[in-house]
């Protein structure tokens, strides 16, 4: 398992370093001009050139991703933003607290609401349950999550006047993001869930495991749902990318101050240092999740233990 363990943790560095290469070329080559966003459009050009000469924006492409790669791994420095001279790294870390509670809260929504669904269209296959499970499960996947959130924010906040329209104030002011973005992972993860259910409960020791008299619900959540995890673990850690996505957008619709309403102004602000911290910290905690999934597979199946070694 140690093995394991610091073979994926050594393969997190070419992931993060590939994926801030790519986001650092894009940016370089996105039609835009940070100095002009910073200094306003009536800046002399004698502004712009000092601009651009203390942020190394006249340096070759070669130049500034060394300079990059060089300060944010090498440093541990993410730079300062553009617009308010900042420090990307503290504005993140007092950010990042709101951003993982909605993800993480999310998919823990996703997973209370998702697995039982996909137990139960799996257990009374070709009902009206299974039925009502899937149909309710494909309105969830195709819709969007900023949509639902606008018809939960028209309802509940503003109809209704029971939760806070914005902000995370108090507790109550996480609902709405959470349940918004938790809806839609549910949905896939209940069609995996009924998909590999109904491959396991026509297995030979469920059959001999109700000639032994074993109880109903002993079955369904002490063996079956056991032996169907796997692939339900697999859909849960690729969720959490779409959560991750799908909480950059609720936080601006909500006006949470966490890592994705900051990564949004820094994109149309062209803020370079703002983009390429959040996208290398957002990357690197997919990357940690994606590890601790593939750990979680040894402990809901003992065969994966010794392909762990």
């Not at 063996?223 to 996505?245: E, W």
Request: with cysteine; proline share 4%; net charge positive.
């Amino acid at each position: 398992m140690l093995k394991f363990l610091v073979k994926r943790i050594l393969w997190l560095i070419p992931v993060v370093l590939g994926v801030s290469v790519l986001i650092f070329t894009i940016m370089c080559f996105t039609p835009g001009d940070p100095a002009r966003n910073a200094l306003g459009a009536d800046a002399s050009q004698e502004s712009i050139d000092e601009f651009n000469e203390k942020h190394g924006l006249n340096e070759s492409y070669l130049v500034r991703l060394g300079s990059f790669l060089k300060s944010t791994f090498v440093e541990f420095d993410l730079g300062t933003s553009y617009i308010n001279g900042s420090s990307v790294s503290e504005q993140i870390t007092s950010r990042l607290g709101y951003t993982l509670k909605i993800t993480y809260i999310g998919i823990l929504i996703s997973i209370v609401l998702g697995i039982p669904a996909g137990i139960i269209a799996a257990t009374n296959q070709n009902t009206w349950k299974d039925s009502l499970s899937m149909v309710v499960s494909l309105f969830c996947a195709s819709m969007p999550s900023f949509w639902f959130a606008l018809l939960l924010v028209m309802f509940f906040a503003l109809r209704l006047g029971w939760l806070p329209t914005v902000g995370v104030k108090s507790w109550t002011g996480y609902i709405l993001p959470c349940v918004s973005i938790g809806i839609g992972g549910a949905a896939g993860i209940a069609r995996q869930t009924r998909s590999s259910m109904l491959e396991v409960i026509r297995q030979d020791y469920v059959t001999t495991a109700k000639a032994k008299g074993q109880s109903h619900s002993r079955i369904i959540w002490g063996h079956c749902l056991r032996n169907a995890l796997i692939p339900v673990l697999t859909v849960i850690g690729s969720q959490m990318a779409v959560l991750v996505g799908s909480s950059l957008v609720c936080e601006t619709i909500f006006s949470i101050p966490g890592i994705g309403s900051y990564l949004v102004t820094g994109v149309n602000q062209r803020d370079y240092p703002v983009v390429l911290g959040c996208v290398v910290i957002l990357s690197l905690i997919f990357s940690l999740t994606m590890l601790c999934v593939d750990l979680m597979y040894a402990v809901v199946d003992p065969r994966f233990r010794n392909i762990l070694k």
